[in-house]
């Protein structure tokens, strides 16, 4: 499957779930135009968190999509913008005032980004979103706006405090990813009353949250990665690195959604995939969930040998394209496909 390194013990159920996403990996085609490959934001990042964003949206970028966008309030943005000129920085997100002030309506505020949404594949909204009302607010209505465009959605972090108040605001979706730790997963759990303790099974507690909330897709982050929609789960097994700083599941976020946007590339039909049967559009919400996290743990793995107890979410930015490489190869060469 990879003409690069790949990772120690490999297990086989992994190294054949990774055979069927190298088929939604596009090729570099001369046919291609700027664009194509996905066009990713990132909704978050506040006056008190600007890394988060940077993160999730850099390890978009440096995945291979083509456009990677942060939007984000105005004190963040100017933060934001000298973390890297190579991100399309937004500051269209509004905070509280926390005063006697009247705030914007977040109606208003979300309209601005809601009008952006035509021009994008796949929203990541939390990273460094905060617990702010108005932010809370304003991105709600966001998601539901892209839900209506049938837009995949990822969320992590306090987005998550979205589903915990009210589930409806992405149950039934079957385009939403959702990233939580055990803490936000027992949280979730609590919300929505599911009593997980008498699962047997060690992915029983991811199908059933899967399930209660209408087959959207969870990745239960741990010791092992347990990906669910509910019907089908896959489990990511692959080593990661013995550190656990902040911010590596930014970099989780930020990968799955290039996957996410190589995947409508894939269904799009933008390239020939030899193949036979053609991936289907359920299985391929899985399967960028999977490989956002193999990688993702592939990049802790590749950060810890070099930098140990140092290790900092930006060493796991550094060694994404090692991470693709010692997956997938030189997918860009690969005239099979074509």
């Not at 839900?147 to 409806?168: S, T, W």
């Not at 269904?267 to 193999?294: C, I, N, Q, R």
């Amino acid at each position: 499957m990879s003409t690069g390194t790949e990772a120690p013990n490999m297990s086989a159920s992994t190294r054949n779930v990774l055979g069927k996403v190298r088929r939604m990996v596009p090729p570099l085609l001369d046919t291609f135009h700027k664009g194509q490959l996905g066009r990713v934001a990132v909704i978050g990042g506040s006056e008190d968190y600007t890394g988060a964003p940077y993160f999730s949206a850099m390890a978009s970028a440096r995945l291979g999509c083509d456009m990677s966008h942060v939007i984000c309030t105005p004190a963040a943005a100017a933060v934001v913008k000298t973390y890297s000129p190579n991100l399309m920085v937004h500051p269209l997100m509004r905070q509280s005032s926390g005063k006697d002030e009247t705030d914007p309506d977040p109606d208003q505020v979300a309209q601005r980004i809601n009008e952006m949404l035509g021009r994008l594949h796949v929203l990541v909204v939390g990273p460094g979103l905060g617990r702010d009302p108005l932010m809370q607010a304003t991105v709600a209505r966001v998601i539901k706006a892209a839900r209506e465009a049938n837009m995949p959605v990822v969320m992590d972090a306090d987005a998550l405090q979205l589903v915990q108040k009210d589930p409806a605001v992405i149950r039934g979706y079957k385009y939403a990813v959702l990233t939580p730790n055990v803490v936000e997963f027992k949280r979730l759990c609590d919300a929505l009353k599911i009593d997980v303790g008498d699962q047997t099974s060690e992915t029983g507690k991811v199908e059933k949250l899967a399930q209660e909330l209408g087959g959207v897709t969870i990745i239960q982050k741990g010791a092992k990665d347990l990906i669910s929609n509910g019907h089908v789960t896959l489990v990511s097994d692959l080593e990661g690195g013995k550190k656990r700083s902040a911010g590596q599941g930014d970099t989780l976020t930020g990968a799955i959604a290039t996957f996410l946007g190589w995947r409508k590339a894939y269904h799009d039909g933008l390239w020939k995939d030899h193949e036979k049967p053609a991936l289907e559009e359920d299985e391929t919400m899985g399967l960028a969930a999977f490989a956002g996290s193999a990688i993702t743990r592939e990049c802790s793995r590749l950060a810890f040998a070099k930098k140990g107890r140092s290790l900092q979410a930006s060493d796991l930015t550094d060694e994404v394209h090692s991470a693709f490489l010692g997956f997938f190869g030189e997918v860009d060469g690969d005239t099979a496909r074509l």
